[in-house]
């Protein structure tokens, strides 16, 4: 750039107008005017106060292009407002393939309100013949002409609809180049399928050469199997419409294969899809044509307001290191009276923030573990500080981003499928965010450290090595589920050294699983210190073999029952430092707002106050037992099955739940019979029930009382103070169904006998 540095728009240079008139010559006058501005060495060009109306250009299907190296400012009370259009496609300002470009300020306006979805076309008796030439058949009818100029983007891919009253088997149509005539004819077809059976439309001949001009005038002709009168005709409105019926991409700012771009302080408004849309330059036939470059990347989206529009907020499907903070998104998919929402306010997804690059139903050779050397898509995002709130249906969603960051923004108002990121996409952190109102879905190993949460919940989904910490729960609840690669016990065929599931398994061949023997015992010739490649893979059955594609390890028995085989790093949910509450309990009706189902999870330093517990296993559950330690259950009930539970207390100054059933540690179902253990527990003024193989110790009951069903379980409590407390066990039939060892008794009275209830070697200090 030479020694200017900005120039202020001359409007009556260029032809500007400002007070929303003569959109075209206005949307000539931009683009020439920041054209000059480059060639004469300006860097940062201004467009001065006042509304300016602009139109779509009807071979690009885009009304302002910016230049590489511009700075194009819209001064404070600056608007552009697209005018109304039919295309499902636009960009209002459109970025493509340029380098180091920058847009700030004003506000850009889309065609939300006025926009054309369909027209209807009239009719007249009269025919056309092969040469395009008219007649005057009275077994025809024909369209009026269809100016493709008038509607660039509706026409672009056409269907004509059933008519009303009208049989006939197909449609013809005739493309002229200006004029009606057998000179300018440039094609035809007789073999138009009527939507909505012809989903797919019609194109234009000579589309290759992106060349309206060339034929840009069509007529459509029916051949009628049953006459019509001239009434009838006269009354058809035909509707004709685009293949992409949706028109979700017509966006405020579309960013395409471009670098080094900076969008801010703007606001935008009602554009039919995204207000901005970052995405690759153009498709390759040729998939070894794409190059980095062309996916974009180094984009900053920050400080801009961003409302209304119909069908995203921002989407990210291509750039990386991108980098999205400070905006305010909010009302996407709705009208303005903020309830309203229809297909010509929304249209899905309608959310804040997307990042989804299809990168599966591309040709782009991307990035991936077979092909660790492909072009990154949606690589390195971050996401700070936003305020995203009362979008239709969802507010954030990493659909396929990888090194994926959102940090410190507020989320807010209830959303279809919750804060969310693809369980296979790696690397993916939630810091500091505050959700109000909606959920934080967790999935694969995704990391979450700080959350703060007020009439919303956390959620575990398709849980694969996640750490969540340090969150707060107001008015919500955290459940879900962490049993991805958990399978359970297999039968076995020896002869084949086959393993068969009760459940499709999800595997392919290659897999790494690995055995467990927890309860029983794996076969002779499987190893629990080995990982094993699964081979002949069927959807419920599978051979292992010790190298991948080898031969299937062959076993010599069935080995005990109780074993498992999963896959090899199965169980991984690491749950620390959370707290759930509420500020009143009215009942003790169950509100298990910590319900957590999981194989082999950690959870450490979790308090829950007027809510109850649920952590459970899957039934018949035969791997590694979930572990919690440091567990506060203030006026709450806990239930535990498969559970090794540590240094924990349950507290209630309330009246305990019905039957005393505060704490129950296991339970009569038979498909529930792990051992849980409870070490190190304090219950205070409320009941633990132990019916299942459960083993206490180390633990204080005060003002407490203990119980347990007559079944064939067997439970233990040792090593432990009882004071002022009550153990209830006078109905239990079964031989040696509670024994209490080495324990203190204090003020505490004991119902059963012996050989029921076996009390060994305890000390009674007496009453209280």
Same mark, same amino acid.
């Given at each position: ?253 579309? @960013? =395409?294969? *471009?670098? !080094?771009?900076?969008? +801010? &302080? ?7 899809? %995204? #207000? ?104 390195? @995002? =971050?996401? *700070?500080? !936003?305020?995203?709130? +009362? &979008? ?7 659909? %396929? #981003? ?367």
């Amino acid at each position: 750039m030479n020694q200017h540095t900005s120039y202020r728009i001359e409007l009556d240079r260029f032809n500007i107008s400002n007070d929303g008139s003569n959109a075209a010559e206005t949307t000539k006058g931009i683009n020439e005017a920041i054209m000059w501005a480059k060639q004469q060495g300006y860097s940062h060009v201004v467009l001065p106060s006042g509304t300016f109306n602009v139109k779509l250009d009807p071979s690009t299907l885009v009304a302002i292009n910016m230049q590489s190296g511009m700075y194009f400012e819209l001064e404070q009370d600056s608007v552009i407002a697209l005018e109304a259009n039919s295309s499902p496609n636009y960009s209002i300002i459109d970025m493509r393939a340029i380098q180091y470009a920058k847009v700030s300020g004003g506000k850009l306006v889309g065609d939300k309100k006025t926009h054309v979805y369909e027209i209807f076309v009239k009719f007249v008796r009269g025919g056309v013949n092969a040469d395009g030439t008219l007649n005057n058949d009275p077994n025809w009818i024909r369209s009026e002409v269809i100016d493709r100029y008038a509607n660039p983007g509706l026409l672009a891919s056409f269907r004509l609809w059933n008519i009303p009253g009208v049989n006939a088997s197909a449609y013809h149509f005739y493309q002229y180049k200006d004029t009606i005539s057998k000179a300018t004819l440039t094609g035809s077809r007789n073999n138009g399928v009527f939507a909505p059976a012809g989903a797919a439309g019609r194109g234009w001949f000579l589309n290759e050469e992106k060349d309206l001009s060339k034929n840009n005038k069509m007529i459509f002709a029916i051949p009628l199997t049953s006459p019509l009168t001239d009434a009838q005709i006269t009354a058809i409105q035909a509707k004709v419409d685009n293949s992409y019926f949706t028109h979700e991409s017509g966006c405020g700012i579309g @960013i =395409f294969g *471009s670098s !080094n771009i900076e969008i +801010s &302080n703007t606001e935008i408004t009602d554009c039919t899809g %995204d #207000g901005i849309f970052t995405g690759w330059e153009k498709y390759q036939i040729d998939p070894a044509m794409y190059s980095q470059e062309q996916m974009g990347r180094q984009i900053r989206i920050h400080d801009c307001h961003i409302h209304h529009c119909r069908r995203q907020g921002i989407s990210i499907t291509s750039t990386s290191d991108t980098h999205i903070f400070r905006n305010k998104i909010h009302h996407i998919g709705y009208d303005e009276d903020g309830v309203t929402t229809n297909f010509r306010n929304g249209t899905p997804p309608m959310f804040g923030i997307d990042i989804e690059s299809m990168y599966g139903e591309t040709n782009i050779p991307y990035k991936s573990a077979e092909r660790p050397n492909g072009i990154e898509l949606n690589y390195r @995002i =971050f996401v *700070s500080e !936003n305020h995203i709130y +009362s &979008n239709a249906r969802g507010h954030f969603v990493n659909a %396929d #981003g990888t090194y994926v960051t959102v940090s410190k923004n507020t989320f807010e108002g209830g959303n279809v499928g919750g804060i969310s990121s693809n369980p296979n996409f790696p690397y993916v952190k939630y810091l500091d965010n505050t959700f109000i109102g909606c959920e934080l879905w967790v999935q694969g190993d995704n990391f979450v450290n700080g959350a703060v949460i007020q009439n919303g919940n956390l959620k575990f989904l398709d849980v694969r090595g996640a750490v969540v910490q340090n969150c707060k729960v107001a008015n919500g609840s955290v459940y879900g589920s962490s049993v991805y690669g958990y399978f359970g016990s297999p039968t076995v065929n020896m002869a084949t050294g086959t393993f068969t599931l009760k459940a499709a398994h999800g595997m392919g061949n290659g897999a790494q699983v690995s055995f467990e023997q927890w309860i029983g015992k794996v076969p002779s010739g499987i190893s629990v210190d080995k990982l094993y490649y699964t081979v002949n893979v069927t959807s419920l059955s599978f051979q292992v073999s010790e190298t991948p594609g080898g031969a299937p390890v062959m076993v010599t028995d069935a080995g005990q029952a109780g074993f498992h085989v999963g896959r090899f790093n199965y169980g991984r949910c690491y749950i620390t430092n959370i707290t759930i509450e509420r500020d009143w309990r009215k009942d003790n009706a169950s509100t298990p707002n910590f319900n957590i189902l999981a194989a082999g999870a950690v959870i450490k330093n979790a308090t829950i106050k007027n809510y109850d517990v649920a952590v459970s296993v899957p039934q018949d559950y035969a791997g590694r037992p979930n572990i919690i330690e440091g567990l506060t259950v203030i006026e709450g009930s806990a239930r535990f099955e498969g559970c090794h539970v540590s240094n924990s207390e349950f507290l209630r100054a309330k009246t305990p739940a019905l039957g005393n059933s505060d704490v129950q540690l296991g339970s009569t179902d038979a498909k529930y019979k792990r051992q849980i253990t409870m070490r190190n527990g304090l219950f205070q003024n409320l009941g633990l029930v132990l019916d299942g193989n459960a083993v206490v110790t180390g633990s204080t009951f005060l003002n407490a009382s203990v119980g347990k069903a007559d079944n064939t379980n067997k439970a233990a409590i040792v090593q432990s103070h009882f004071e002022n407390s009550k153990i209830n066990l006078h109905w239990l039939r079964q031989n040696q169904s509670v024994t209490i060892a080495k324990s203190v008794f204090k003020g505490v009275t004991v119902a059963g006998t012996a050989p029921y209830v076996r009390l060994v070697d305890n000390t009674d200090l007496g009453s209280v």
